[in-house]
């Protein structure tokens, strides 16, 4: 008798999904699906069937399932289909559940820690005490994710309905924007998408990721935040802040992150152009679609310390004219970026002493080398919080980037250190952290936003929150040495400079300061004012308006001084996103008390209004009409749409539009014939040559015909 021929293998792709929570992804929905995707440490089925009848006692059936050309211990099972096989979550088994004649059906138990990834299998039959075998290769993919569902995984997820969104929702919301005007941006993660699984392996492949490494969230999610960007290994997106992006996508054009993937996956180059919400909207698809639970998370007032300080350091001129150097640090200047947006995975930490699981931090965004890698994290949160800097990953940078103290340093010989303090503003970093709330999608408003500043921090100013960051400091060398000559200096005059909230393009605003002299002795104060356009970084574009001067304060008096900044001051020199910045810088000759402060607000633009003019029915052919109102004195030109959304196209589509007269309204109709039935949400963005990073978004309900 010959061994066992093996005919067909199939894994029921989608019985096999629902209890493993992965029939959202499009490849198993397909009508006749061929890719099995199914979690560890959870049992799936299959069915065999053969070119004659099975005999129990002498055949013998063998299934191997690898990971890898190289298949080692970790990464391959090899198990004997047998009717009494027993499972446990360490090991491989594969019972045999019924016989009929030529076809078995088995269940197969995965350990819960194996890698995730891709895995083949062949069958080996042979009968037994006989070396002749037979082999077959399975042809199909077989995904195996992280599992946390399963308490035993490493990202085990004890409130489960959390899972919704930190693993199964496909869109969500990225907080950008200068703190007083942040806004949600909506963004499609698209993570179930075609494209986006292969993609993940061609990221992890090229990042050169030992394939026994992927099932350890802890070192899986450091290499994603390296990989993400293109800083060391030709990874997904070219990082870029200068406004230039002719021969690429600009940041604020993406929609959401399925067609940087599959752009990546199809040309095997690296994508440009990303900014930090880019490489974050990117790592939660990637993070979600592998199966560990992320979100976005958006720091508004953002410091970059470059030289681990814990400080945030601005240096002055000795007639405080602000210096765009650090004098002290060769790595570069701080800086302070109006927002940053990074991400958190979630996972135990077996590497941590105990209570450093859950929520852990990670950036892709290229700003600082780890271990010699543009990577950043896991860091977990509450070493963040606690300002315990020994535990891995990164934990300092991410400390700095939440709590930094802002520090302005004037040039004075007549101090030991070459240095004296200018103000110290405790409050400034960190004003507040930002993420999309559960289960809660809100198109055009805020409903949607949740903050979780107190996850990352103490309370501004609350002695936990100094002693956290104290905490730091004493664990850092330098840090000691700046904290140290930070003693604050007798002031007899007070300065405030006024925020402001917003701007509507078009209009006009003030830069005003509001001065008091609280001594019985007049003085005489040299001021400089000034409105800047910046980049989101915090790197200055372009002067918009300056004045300086002096003024004399009578003793006990208030004055005020300031400068009127016109539309057609700013609107040639803004920069993308509109942000601007004022700033103020005083020193009082005869006490040489001196103060600086700065501001940043937002030239705010109109957002995109969605609208259907009847009820969308699945199948039907329907149209959405875009429009917003031109809020420039100039006519609009070269027009253009992006739309995104997951129940109608899967993927982006491009929509022209007419040139628009100043003041005039613009309006586009979008064909749209949905594909799936109940709520679903698109995504838009406009550009021109006059005006680009307009947004928009609409949640609109799919009935049955």
Same mark, same amino acid.
């Given at each position: 008798?010959?061994?066992?021929?093996?005919?067909?293998? +199939?894994?029921?792709?989608?019985?096999?999904?629902?209890? +493993?929570?992965?029939?959202?992804?499009?490849?198993?929905?397909?009508?006749?699906?061929?890719?099995?995707?199914?979690?560890?440490?959870? $049992?799936?089925?299959?069915?065999?069937?053969?070119?004659?009848?099975?005999?129990?006692?002498?055949?013998?059936?063998?299934?191997?399932?690898?990971?890898?050309?190289?298949?080692?211990?970790?990464?391959?099972?090899?198990?004997?289909?047998?009717?009494?096989?027993?499972?446990?979550?360490?090991?491989?088994?594969?019972?045999?559940? +019924?016989?009929?004649?030529?076809?078995?059906?088995?269940?197969?138990?995965?350990?819960?820690?194996?890698?995730?990834?891709?895995?083949?299998?062949?069958?080996?039959?042979?009968?037994?005490?006989?070396?002749?075998?037979?082999?077959?290769?399975?042809?199909?993919?077989?995904?195996?994710?992280?599992?946390?569902?399963?308490?035993?995984?490493?990202?085990?997820?004890?409130?489960?309905?959390?899972?919704?969104?930190?693993?199964?929702? #496909?869109?969500?919301?990225? *907080?950008?924007?200068?703190?007083?005007?942040?806004?949600?941006?909506? *963004?499609?993660?698209?993570?179930?998408?075609?494209?986006?699984?292969?993609?993940?392996?061609?990221?992890?492949?090229?990042?050169?990721?030992?394939?026994?490494?992927?099932?350890?969230?802890?070192?899986?999610?450091?290499?994603?935040?390296?990989?993400?960007?293109?800083?060391?290994?030709?990874?997904?997106?070219?990082?870029?802040?200068?406004?230039?992006?002719? #021969?690429?996508?600009?940041?604020?054009?993406?929609?959401?992150?399925?067609?940087?993937?599959?752009?990546?996956?199809?040309?095997?180059?690296?994508?440009?152009?990303?900014?930090?919400?880019?490489?974050?909207?990117?790592?939660?698809?990637?993070?979600?679609?592998?199966?560990? $639970?992320?979100?976005?998370?958006?720091?508004?007032?953002?410091?970059?310390?470059?030289?681990?300080?814990?400080?945030?350091?601005?240096?002055?001129?000795?007639?405080?004219?602000?210096?765009?150097? #650090?004098?002290?640090?060769?790595?570069?200047?701080?800086?302070?970026?109006?927002?940053?947006?990074?991400?958190?995975?979630?996972?135990?930490?077996?590497?941590?002493?105990?209570?450093?699981?859950? *929520?852990?931090?990670?950036?892709?965004?290229?700003?600082?080398?780890?271990?010699?890698?543009?990577?950043?994290?896991?860091?977990?949160?509450?070493?963040?919080?606690?300002?315990?800097?020994?535990?891995?990953?990164?934990?300092?940078?991410?400390?700095?980037?939440?709590?930094?103290?802002?520090?302005? *340093?004037?040039?004075? $010989? #007549?101090?030991?250190?070459?240095?004296?303090?200018?103000?110290?503003?405790?409050? +400034?970093?960190?004003?507040? /952290?930002?993420?999309?709330?559960?289960?809660?999608?809100?198109?055009?408003?805020?409903?949607?936003?949740?903050?979780?500043?107190?996850?990352?921090?103490?309370?501004?100013?609350?002695?936990?929150?100094?002693?956290?960051?104290?905490?730091?400091?004493?664990?850092?060398?330098?840090?000691?040495?700046?904290?140290?000559?930070?003693?604050?200096?007798?002031?007899?005059?007070?300065?405030?400079?006024?925020?402001?909230?917003?701007?509507? /393009?078009?209009?006009?605003?003030?830069?005003?300061?509001?001065?008091?002299?609280?001594?019985?002795?007049?003085?005489?104060?040299?001021?400089?004012?000034?409105?800047?356009?910046?980049?989101?970084?915090?790197?200055?574009?372009?002067?918009?308006?300056?004045?300086?001067?002096?003024?004399?304060?009578?003793?006990?008096?208030?004055?005020?001084?300031?400068?009127?900044?016109?539309?057609?001051?700013?609107?040639?020199?803004?920069?993308?996103?509109?942000?601007?910045?004022?700033?103020?810088?005083?020193?009082?000759?005869?006490?040489?008390?001196?103060?600086?402060?700065?501001?940043?607000?937002? /030239?705010?633009?109109?957002?995109?209004?969605?609208?259907?003019?009847?009820?969308?029915?699945?199948?039907?052919?329907?149209?959405?009409?875009?429009?917003?109102?031109?809020?420039?004195?100039?006519?609009?030109?070269?027009?253009?749409?992006?739309?995104?959304?997951?129940?109608?196209?899967?993927?982006?589509?491009?929509?022209?539009?007419?040139?628009?007269?100043?003041?005039?309204?613009?309006?586009?109709?979008?064909?749209?014939?949905?594909?799936?039935?109940?709520?679903?949400?698109?995504?838009?963005?406009?550009?021109?040559?006059?005006?680009?990073? /307009?947004?928009?978004?609409?949640?609109?309900?799919?009935?049955?015909?």
């Amino acid at each position: 008798m010959e061994p066992l021929v093996v005919d067909v293998v +199939h894994f029921y792709p989608k019985e096999n999904a629902q209890p +493993h929570n992965t029939m959202k992804y499009e490849v198993v929905n397909d009508e006749n699906p061929t890719t099995t995707i199914i979690r560890r440490g959870q $049992p799936f089925n299959g069915v065999v069937r053969f070119n004659r009848p099975y005999d129990e006692e002498t055949d013998l059936v063998q299934l191997v399932f690898s990971l890898g050309d190289k298949p080692q211990m970790d990464t391959q099972g090899s198990v004997f289909l047998k009717p009494d096989a027993i499972s446990d979550k360490h090991s491989w088994s594969a019972k045999l559940t +019924h016989v009929q004649e030529d076809t078995l059906s088995f269940e197969v138990s995965t350990p819960v820690h194996i890698p995730v990834g891709s895995w083949v299998l062949r069958v080996v039959t042979r009968l037994k005490n006989s070396p002749e075998r037979q082999i077959y290769d399975f042809d199909q993919d077989i995904y195996i994710l992280f599992n946390p569902w399963n308490p035993d995984d490493q990202t085990y997820m004890e409130d489960c309905s959390l899972l919704q969104e930190y693993i199964l929702n #496909d869109v969500g919301k990225v *907080w950008v924007g200068p703190i007083k005007t942040t806004r949600g941006k909506p *963004w499609v993660y698209g993570q179930f998408d075609a494209a986006v699984l292969p993609a993940c392996m061609f990221m992890l492949d090229r990042a050169e990721m030992p394939f026994h490494q992927r099932g350890d969230p802890i070192k899986l999610t450091r290499a994603i935040s390296r990989i993400v960007n293109s800083n060391d290994d030709a990874g997904v997106l070219v990082g870029r802040w200068d406004g230039q992006y002719e #021969d690429g996508t600009a940041p604020s054009e993406w929609t959401g992150s399925v067609d940087i993937l599959q752009q990546y996956l199809e040309t095997q180059q690296e994508v440009p152009y990303g900014q930090c919400w880019v490489f974050a909207g990117v790592v939660t698809a990637v993070c979600r679609a592998l199966g560990i $639970p992320s979100r976005v998370v958006s720091n508004l007032v953002s410091a970059h310390d470059a030289n681990n300080s814990l400080t945030v350091d601005k240096y002055y001129t000795e007639h405080m004219e602000e210096m765009d150097f #650090d004098p002290n640090n060769p790595q570069g200047a701080d800086s302070i970026w109006n927002y940053h947006v990074w991400n958190d995975v979630w996972m135990a930490r077996p590497d941590l002493p105990q209570g450093y699981g859950g *929520w852990q931090a990670i950036d892709a965004t290229p700003q600082e080398t780890s271990s010699g890698l543009y990577q950043c994290g896991p860091a977990s949160l509450e070493a963040i919080k606690q300002g315990v800097l020994g535990v891995a990953h990164d934990v300092e940078f991410m400390l700095a980037s939440v709590n930094a103290d802002l520090m302005r *340093w004037r040039i004075d $010989p #007549d101090d030991e250190s070459g240095y004296s303090v200018v103000d110290t503003n405790n409050y +400034h970093i960190g004003r507040m /952290i930002l993420t999309k709330k559960p289960f809660v999608f809100d198109p055009i408003g805020d409903e949607d936003r949740e903050d979780i500043t107190d996850q990352y921090k103490y309370r501004e100013g609350t002695a936990s929150e100094r002693l956290a960051l104290m905490n730091g400091v004493r664990f850092s060398e330098r840090a000691k040495r700046y904290y140290s000559v930070a003693t604050n200096l007798s002031s007899d005059v007070t300065f405030k400079l006024r925020e402001l909230d917003s701007v509507p /393009i078009g209009q006009e605003f003030r830069v005003a300061v509001d001065i008091q002299n609280n001594s019985d002795q007049a003085r005489n104060v040299k001021a400089s004012l000034s409105a800047t356009s910046v980049f989101y970084n915090g790197v200055r574009a372009d002067v918009v308006k300056k004045v300086e001067g002096k003024i004399f304060l009578a003793p006990n008096k208030n004055e005020e001084i300031s400068i009127l900044v016109t539309a057609s001051d700013y609107l040639p020199k803004l920069v993308e996103y509109c942000n601007m910045k004022i700033s103020a810088m005083v020193i009082v000759e005869e006490t040489k008390q001196s103060w600086a402060d700065d501001d940043d607000f937002q /030239i705010l633009k109109p957002n995109i209004n969605i609208k259907f003019n009847e009820d969308l029915v699945l199948g039907q052919p329907s149209t959405a009409v875009l429009s917003f109102v031109n809020p420039l004195e100039v006519t609009l030109t070269s027009c253009e749409f992006r739309v995104t959304s997951s129940g109608i196209t899967g993927r982006t589509l491009r929509l022209p539009a007419a040139d628009v007269a100043p003041q005039g309204l613009l309006t586009a109709e979008l064909p749209v014939q949905p594909n799936k039935l109940g709520k679903i949400n698109i995504v838009a963005t406009f550009k021109s040559v006059e005006l680009k990073d /307009i947004n928009g978004a609409a949640s609109v309900e799919v009935y049955e015909g």
